[in-house]
């Protein structure tokens, strides 16, 4: 992303992490103003309460954040190692001590190994370019993913990056935003301005606990000259909501994006209040990781919040509707089809709206669901978080560090299924969110390199791209992230070895590299009658793939939970009971396509399965309990 003008960023391993970034800098090569927010948690990190007595403010050049370590109630060697920062990089950078601001986040009650960050600030400050990425990346602790937004105001460019998954509650729940501009614009003006903006942050919430580190900065230096303050708002509140979203759907452990929509209130604060309350119900929130279309707990928690502040909002006489369809309305259940419903909430997004029928307040608040992965990635942090002497920070993850009873569960279920798959042919077919998003590309990584761990022999084939050049980046990408690991993956061409020709498939070099212990990656290009290159579809690519080198299992990853009949996902169905169906969605034609093609050359078992749910491959095929759809002969 493009930084505006007289801006750098940096992010590189200062070691308070084992391996990751977690040293970021944002610089202005002039003095600039700053404007903020920061969380209302009175536990405070030793950052915030420095920057809070500082901004906003004119003259700043440099904001500096680390991950990794939060330098929260540390005592008052948290606010020296402030001090020291600080003093560090205003040196590296020519600039003065107090033109330096800074913020962390991390592990709460750990010491800052702030040597490791003074030894480091003079590379911070070499590895200044033109994009924000890196410093993005640094910042990140339980994300799975950067998070950047801007805009282009005529000649003035914003350019925005933030932090955020966990421990997001109304408070500020800004997690850590830094926004660079080259708008000329004071911190007299730029603060209410941004204070206005950051107000849809308070509509979001992932847990319901607010950070004793939330920072929201806007840095303008002014290069680009003035700015029509009304647009400028516009645009940074724009941001703020993209960047709000962004979080939302990065939620700790989060499968499902929540929008709870609240009108027909008494006033804006009640439809706020009530909106933030149903978006942080942790029942209304595992009801959605369920699927469970249960608007009890919705109007459970509307009539909780109207007795705790003796509103006058009666939850009986209000209508609830989730995915467009009414569940809830004149006092009474009105769905006729709970299976349908159910359904749509195993979407990625989920929307909520409860009218409350009691006046003209209406707000939106911002969620994700509760799954199981949140509960183990809080139960399990300060256990498996191990602090070196030399401060370095890492996470101890192993199986070693769990109850025996999880043990022997887990054991003994793995080893059930390790033992059935050892030696067999998987064809993989990625595309859609899975190839698209790049944190679902990475959960796809991790479950080929577990399936090839378990003795089964993947063969993935992908999209992503409609061209030769776009599908080799892509396949470039994949071969990389799963080299990370101990998989031996080698990318390939369908015009390779003449893999992939006109009607025909030549799977010896497949053949070749499964023999030699690799992990084939595709790219669906065939060669055409002509000798150009022709890209196929993927899951025709994959189908025709799976027939060639006798597969036992073909996974199509495809954008929809899988097949479904009278809104009820398909768990199982023959071949000819598939071929007789009048028409299929159009999410999964290409899929059921394919899979009748596979299974008619001799593939004994394809799986359709929700590439948009992450490690879904491993779910499907690891368990009893489909998650997706299976297609056999």
Same mark, same amino acid.
């Given at each position: ?317 209000? $209508?609830?509707?989730?995915? !467009?369809? *009414?569940?809830?309305? #004149? +006092? /009474?259940?009105? &769905? =006729? ?103 679902? $590309?990475?959960?796809?990584? !991790?479950? *080929?390199?577990?399936? #090839? +761990? /378990?003795?089964? &022999? =993947? ?110 996902? *398909?768990?199982?169905?023959?071949? /000819? ?57």
């Amino acid at each position: 992303m493009k930084l505006p003008l007289g801006f750098r960023a940096a992010g590189i391993h200062a070691g308070i992490k084992a391996v990751r970034k977690d040293f970021a800098l944002f610089e202005s090569e002039v003095p600039c103003a700053v404007a903020g927010v920061f969380t209302r948690n009175t536990a405070r990190a030793a950052p915030v309460v420095d920057a809070t007595s500082r901004v906003p403010g004119e003259g700043f050049r440099a904001i500096a954040i680390n991950s990794g370590n939060a330098n929260a109630l540390t005592g008052p060697a948290g606010v020296e190692a402030v001090e020291a920062i600080h003093a560090a990089l205003a040196h590296a950078l020519g600039a003065r001590r107090d033109q330096i601001l800074s913020a962390s986040t991390g592990v709460i009650g750990v010491p800052l190994p702030v040597d490791k960050l003074v030894a480091a600030a003079p590379e911070l400050v070499g590895a200044l370019r033109a994009s924000i990425e890196p410093a993005a990346e640094a910042m990140m602790t339980t994300d799975t993913q950067i998070k950047l937004a801007g805009r282009a105001l005529g000649g003035v460019t914003l350019a925005a990056a933030a932090k955020g998954s966990g421990m997001i509650a109304p408070q500020l729940a800004t997690l850590i935003v830094v926004v660079t501009t080259d708008a000329a614009i004071a911190a007299s003006v730029l603060q209410p301005i941004v204070a206005r903006a950051a107000r849809c942050f308070e509509m979001l919430i992932v847990d319901g606990d607010t950070s004793t580190n939330d920072a929201v900065f806007v840095m303008a230096n002014g290069r680009a000259g003035s700015v029509d303050l009304d647009a400028f708002e516009r645009a940074l509140g724009e941001i703020f909501a993209e960047l709000a979203r962004a979080v939302a759907e990065d939620g700790e452990g989060a499968t499902k994006t929540l929008e709870i929509a609240v009108k027909g209130a008494p006033t804006e604060a009640v439809a706020r209040d009530m909106a933030k309350a149903i978006a942080g119900s942790p029942l209304v929130k595992a009801a959605m990781f369920g699927a469970d279309p249960n608007y009890g707990r919705i109007l459970a928690t509307v009539g909780s919040r109207a007795g705790a502040l003796g509103l006058a909002v009666d939850p009986r006489l209000a $209508r609830v509707t989730m995915q !467009g369809v *009414v569940v809830f309305d #004149d +006092g /009474a259940p009105t &769905l =006729p089809d709970a299976a349908s419903l159910r359904s749509r909430l195993r979407a990625p997004a989920i929307a909520i709206e409860v009218d409350l029928r009691a006046g003209d307040g209406a707000a939106t608040a911002l969620g994700c669901d509760l799954s199981y992965d949140y509960v183990k990635i809080n139960a399990d942090y300060s256990s498996t978080i191990v602090a070196s002497p030399e401060g370095t920070v890492t996470r101890d993850d192993r199986l070693t560090n769990y109850s025996p009873h999880l043990k022997h569960a887990l054991l003994v279920e793995a080893l059930s299924y390790i033992r059935g798959f050892a030696g067999r042919r998987a064809v993989i077919a990625a595309a859609g969110a899975v190839i698209e998003r790049p944190s679902l $590309r990475a959960s796809l990584a !991790g479950d *080929v390199n577990l399936l #090839d +761990g /378990a003795g089964l &022999l =993947p063969i993935v084939v992908h999209a992503g791209g409609a061209d030769e050049a776009a599908l080799g980046a892509r396949n470039a990408e994949l071969v990389s992230l799963l080299n990370q690991s101990e998989s031996r993956a080698v990318g390939i061409s369908g015009k390779d070895g003449g893999l992939l020709r006109a009607g025909k498939v030549d799977a010896s070099l497949v053949e070749l590299l499964l023999g030699k212990e690799y992990v084939p990656v595709i790219a669906p290009i065939a060669t055409g009658d002509d000798g150009r290159a022709v890209v196929l579809g993927v899951e025709g690519a994959a189908a025709a793939v799976a027939v060639a080198l006798r597969a036992d299992k073909l996974l199509l990853l495809v954008d929809a939970p899988g097949l479904e009949e009278n809104g009820e996902l *398909v768990s199982e169905i023959r071949a /000819a009971d598939l071929r007789a169906r009048a028409s299929v969605p159009a999410a999964v034609g290409a899929a059921v396509a394919a899979a009748l093609t596979a299974i008619d050359g001799g593939v004994g078992r394809v799986h359709l399965v929700d590439g948009r749910v992450p490690h879904a491959a491993v779910a499907e095929l690891f368990t009893d309990r489909g998650v997706g759809t299976l297609v056999v002969r």
